[in-house]
């Protein structure tokens, strides 16, 4: 009797250890995906489970190899930068074994236009980056090779909302911060990002501002390590970011101030460097972005620190639009005569839980998974936001300032002010 029962406890606390965490994380593993995509280059990056020595091949429309460009060692996180292409130009790209030739994955990029004329289109989001529930067993025995090999789904709503932006195939792709949960750390980033936009990554840029949850492991590090943001002068790294695509100029703003008492306030880096990229930025249409709403119908409330010390220098400059996250939900709220700021639009329904909202005749508020797409043709910029079943949260159009408006803007931006002008003649 006493053989049988320690026959059963020594199988159930076999069964029970398959079940503990003794092994190490998968290491991080991706397909290829673009960053930093200009007028006339892009860099194809890729990160490999071990090291290996890569090249890239980039084709134009033809077939005809244009570019290529090959590692001189082995590693496990790969930049493979290309230069030398053509603006507004669509080509292929093969990433192959440098020493074999075999392929090891393949895409399609768009290099950015060179004329204000050209019409743009680009998709953001926020705080998508939930994790499928076996993620927490993932360094079980039981789990553990499935998830090394990437058998296990992801799933959930984040994945819906990847095969949404893959589909609607934007120039560009914002992400408005909190790229992964729980505390942006390198070992979530194959399940609550690469996988589930995979698709979207190999055929667009993905830029993306850093949340609070983005910054909870190494200040941030994680999420600059994946990413191929144009570096700032002000923080010497991509915290904060600008890039032109045709008429169209993005401002991503690092705006978190766990570092700084907890207040954004008139000395904050991104304070410095938005006066300093506003001063000389002259496209036409100009959108900031960031991950804290400067005003909120759910939890997180209005930003008083941010109406201060943010808001005026979005006003006095005519930025076009500011786009946050920071809340699970829609909402869009119009500069008002009293303030004079651009419309403000955030969009944290990228796949984490939802917060509720208070409805408000004045606002458009929702409490939906969804994401949204901008399109700019001459004059006019619409944005749409969409659920996940297709359907649309919301549909309204931005124009560029004319009148006395423009007029103003011709005193203080003479360059973007005639770059407007010659636009609207067309």
């Given at each position: 009797m006493n053989s049988r029962w320690l026959r059963r406890a020594l199988w159930i606390a076999g069964i029970g250890c398959l079940g503990l965490n003794l092994l190490d994380d998968p290491p991080l593993a991706t397909g290829a995906y673009l960053q930093d995509v200009g007028q006339g280059g892009a860099t194809v990056a890729l990160i490999t489970p071990r090291a290996e020595q890569l090249a890239c091949e980039v084709r134009d429309a033809?077939?005809?190899?244009v570019a290529r460009a090959a590692e001189p060692s082995g590693r496990r996180r790969h930049r493979l930068r290309i230069d030398g292409l053509q603006p507004a130009q669509k080509y292929s790209y093969a990433v192959v074994d440098a020493a074999t030739g075999a392929n090891v994955d393949a895409g399609t990029l768009r290099t950015a236009p060179a004329d204000d004329k050209a019409p743009v289109r680009f998709a953001f989001l926020g705080d998508s980056?939930?994790?499928p529930w076996w993620v927490w067993m993932q360094r079980t025995p039981l789990l553990h090779l499935p998830a090394r090999w990437g058998w296990l789904p992801v799933g959930g709503k984040v994945s819906t909302v990847g095969r949404a932006v893959a589909e609607y195939a934007p120039d560009f792709v914002l992400h408005l911060g909190d790229v992964v949960y729980p505390r942006g750390q390198q070992v979530h980033y194959a399940t609550g990002f690469f996988r589930p936009f995979a698709a979207a990554l190999r055929q667009a840029p993905f830029y993306a501002v850093l949340g609070n949850h983005d910054t909870m492991d190494a200040d941030g590090q994680q999420l600059l390590a994946n990413f191929d943001l144009p570096g700032a002068a002000t923080t010497g790294d991509g915290r904060c970011f600008s890039f032109a695509w045709g008429p169209v100029r993005i401002l991503g703003?690092?705006?978190?101030?766990?570092?700084?008492?907890g207040v954004y306030r008139a000395d904050h880096p991104a304070t410095e460097y938005l006066a300093q990229e506003l001063g000389r930025c002259s496209?036409?249409?100009?959108?900031?972005?960031?991950?804290f709403p400067l005003r909120s119908q759910s939890r997180q409330r209005n930003r008083g620190d941010l109406l201060l010390h943010l808001q005026p220098t979005l006003r006095e400059n005519d930025v076009s639009?500011?786009?946050?996250?920071?809340?699970?939900?829609y909402q869009r709220?119009?500069?008002t005569p009293a303030d004079g700021g651009p419309p403000l639009v955030v969009s944290g329904g990228g796949g984490k839980s939802l917060y509720d909202v208070r409805p408000d005749p004045r606002f458009v508020v929702e409490s939906s998974y969804h994401w949204c797409s901008?399109?700019?043709?001459?004059?006019?910029l619409v944005l749409r936001a969409h659920r996940l079943d297709g359907s649309l949260v919301d549909t309204f159009h931005v124009?560029?300032?004319?009148?006395?408006?423009?007029?103003g803007l011709r005193r203080r931006h003479p360059a973007r002010a005639a770059r407007i002008d010659a636009l609207r003649r067309g």
């Open positions: 033809t077939g005809q190899l980056g939930g994790q703003l690092d705006c978190n101030v766990d570092r700084l008492g496209e036409p249409w100009i959108v900031v972005a960031s991950h639009l500011y786009l946050s996250g920071h809340d699970h939900c709220f119009h500069g901008a399109e700019v043709v001459g004059a006019e124009a560029l300032p004319e009148g006395e408006a423009l007029e």
